[in-house]
């Protein structure tokens, strides 16, 4: 399934676990558990609290953080 694209520049993307697993391949909904518990990137949301279940990820901010992951190779242009 894929995630609604924004209407405007403005608009936040909101995608569950599953969604973030299905737009980066190698992610796993296990990964995402336990980076979560250490509290490391992606940043998430938490809207029903604590306790809650539901865990969201603004699309923007996981392709920030993946785009933040980049390796300088030799090949790349200094």
């Known amino acids: 399934m894929r995630a609604p694209q924004p209407q405007t520049a403005s608009d936040t993307v909101w995608l569950s676990p ?38 969201l990820y603004d ?7 993946v785009k933040g992951s980049r390796v300088q190779t030799h090949g790349d242009a200094a």
């Open 59 to 65: 699309r923007d901010d996981v392709l920030a953080w």
């Open 18 to 55: 599953r969604d973030v697993c299905d737009m980066l391949p190698g992610v796993t909904l296990e990964v995402l558990k336990a980076r979560r518990k250490r509290r490391q990137d992606p940043p998430f949301y938490k809207p029903t609290g604590d306790s809650g279940n539901v865990v």
